[in-house]
Each structure stands twice: as C-alpha cells, then as structure tokens.
C-alpha cells in the first residue's frame, strides 16, 4: 500500500541512495502529523496507491522521507511513479477545490461507487477537472519553429501549445493558436500523441502540422522571440526527451538529420 501524501503542494517521499519511493503505511508511523483527505487513486503494480494530505507540517521528518515538488520529481523518479504522482496531485488539488456544492453551497460527500464528489443537498456531481491542451510541431521545409515563452531562460526554446477553448475541435485550436501566438497559418495537421501534465491538470495533446502561409510575428504576451531553426543549429535549451513538447522535437530531428557517410 503506497501512500501519495502533500503538503504545501509538495509530496512526501522516500529516498535511499538516491532512489526515489513512494512510502508506505509502515513508513508513515513516525510521521507527526494527521492524514486528511484521503483516496484511493488506483494500483502501481500491485500495489493499491491513496493520496492524502497534511495540513501541518511536523518540525522534523524521519530520516530518509523529504518533501519534494512534482517538477523535480519528474527529472529524478521513474516515469511510471511520476505518473501516479501526477494523478494523485491532480485528485487532491480537486478535492481541496470541492468541499462545497458549487451550485447551492453545501458540504460534498465523496461518492462510494466512483470518483465524484456529490451534494446531499441537490445532487449536483462533480468530477476531477482536466484541462486540455494542444502542442504542436510546426515544420517548414527543413525547419521547425520554435518559441521562447516570457517566462523561460533566455536559451530556452520550445514549441507552441495552449489551452482547448469551449466548441473547439482540437485541430482549430491548433490552428487558432498558432495564428494568435506567431500569427502564421499551418495545414495538414496531424494527430502525435499525448502526455498527462499535472501542472496542476493539464493534458497535452501532440500534434504536428506544416506551414502554410505568413510571416512570424510574435504576440509579445505569451512569446518573447520566435524563429525557424534546422537540426543543425538547435537552440541551446529545448525541454527533455520525457515531455511531449522533447518527443516532438525528436520526431523533427529524427526526420531532418542529415544521413552521416559511411
């Protein structure tokens, strides 16, 4: 039985010799403190896992547990552990946001038969939220574009991705992104894949896409500078092959590189 357990949006976890594990029951008695919110999230392995809270933090851990923030448990935990760990803090960010009916003001009780909150006053469900989001893979000719966001290091680059839109299909918010971030056109949009990004509930749903028409001209709100760069003159920075935003630059390289001489 593993235990996901936040406090200040950080999770507890346990590390030996550089390992990072998920703690269990047994690992949580010499924690000081009360357990609050707590669900049962689904299995790793064998596992059965539950999320849980701490509203206190104790003066002192036990030797070996340390809280952690989800994004460095990203570069440091496997992937399989990450994931849990991103589901669990998504339910739990969720669960401190529906203590209350958003349509009349009661209490909620967690339903028995499935994961929702329910009002016992007018019935109204909720569910956890997830917020969908496109990224995409902008190619023209033996070129991809790539943009630095206003927050990121002045090295860092990536490609374009925002949030889905109600009446949106996927592929016009592609479109509609792009047109609003860089204000160019792309055609031939195709479909690459998808990665759960808790931070804290997104979804990012991969595509790729070829320019169609226009010049770049950034929006100066989101992006800072947008370029079109080869596989032989890559930024300095550009996200890890972990994330979707890394496999999509992969994907690009894969198919430009030069073939090396025998």
Same mark, same amino acid.
């Given at each position: 039985?593993?235990?996901?357990?936040?406090?200040?949006?950080?999770?507890?976890?346990?590390?030996?010799?550089?390992?990072?594990?998920?703690?269990?029951?047994?690992?949580?008695?010499?924690?000081?403190?009360?357990?609050?919110?707590?669900?049962?999230?689904?299995?790793?392995?064998?596992?059965?896992?539950?999320?849980?809270?701490?509203?206190?933090?104790?003066?002192?851990?036990?030797?070996?547990?340390?809280?952690?923030?989800?994004?460095?448990?990203?570069?440091?935990?496997?992937?399989?552990?990450?994931?849990?760990?991103?589901?669990?803090?998504?339910?739990?960010?969720?669960?401190?946001?529906?203590?209350?009916?958003?349509?009349?003001?009661?209490?909620?009780?967690?339903?028995?038969?499935?994961?929702?909150?329910?009002?016992?006053?007018?019935?109204?469900?909720?569910?956890?939220?997830?917020?969908?989001?496109?990224?995409?893979?902008?190619?023209?000719?033996?070129?991809?574009?790539?943009?630095? %966001? +206003?927050?990121?290091?002045? &090295?860092?680059?990536?490609?374009?991705?925002?949030?889905?839109?109600? #009446?949106? !299909?996927? $592929?016009?918010?592609?479109?509609?992104?792009?047109?609003?971030?860089?204000?160019?056109?792309?055609? %031939? +949009?195709?479909?690459?894949? &998808?990665?759960?990004?808790?931070?804290?509930?997104?979804?990012?749903? #991969?595509? !790729?896409? $070829?320019?169609?028409?226009?010049?770049?001209?950034?929006?100066?709100?989101?992006?800072?500078?947008?370029?079109?760069?080869?596989?032989?003159?890559?930024?300095?920075?550009?996200?890890?092959?972990?994330?979707?935003?890394?496999?999509?630059?992969?994907?690009?390289?894969?198919?430009?590189?030069?073939?090396?001489?025998?």
């Amino acid at each position: 039985m593993l235990w996901f357990v936040f406090y200040n949006q950080k999770l507890l976890v346990k590390i030996n010799n550089d390992t990072i594990y998920i703690p269990n029951k047994e690992d949580l008695t010499e924690l000081e403190t009360q357990l609050t919110k707590e669900i049962y999230i689904g299995r790793l392995g064998n596992s059965p896992c539950f999320v849980a809270e701490v509203t206190n933090e104790p003066l002192s851990l036990p030797v070996g547990l340390n809280y952690e923030s989800l994004r460095k448990l990203y570069i440091k935990s496997e992937d399989d552990i990450f994931r849990m760990a991103g589901r669990a803090h998504q339910i739990m960010n969720w669960v401190r946001k529906h203590q209350f009916c958003g349509q009349c003001g009661v209490p909620t009780k967690n339903k028995t038969d499935e994961l929702a909150k329910e009002c016992p006053s007018c019935g109204a469900t909720s569910f956890p939220r997830i917020s969908p989001a496109v990224i995409v893979a902008i190619v023209k000719e033996d070129k991809i574009l790539l943009a630095r %966001n +206003i927050n990121f290091p002045t &090295s860092f680059y990536s490609v374009l991705a925002g949030f889905v839109e109600p #009446g949106e !299909t996927l $592929e016009e918010c592609v479109q509609r992104e792009v047109q609003e971030e860089v204000g160019i056109e792309v055609k %031939n +949009i195709k479909y690459f894949g &998808s990665q759960s990004w808790p931070f804290p509930d997104s979804l990012m749903i #991969g595509f !790729t896409a $070829e320019y169609a028409d226009g010049e770049i001209a950034v929006d100066n709100m989101e992006l800072s500078h947008a370029d079109w760069f080869s596989c032989c003159n890559m930024p300095a920075k550009i996200p890890g092959k972990r994330t979707i935003a890394g496999r999509l630059i992969e994907w690009f390289l894969e198919q430009k590189m030069p073939l090396m001489p025998k």
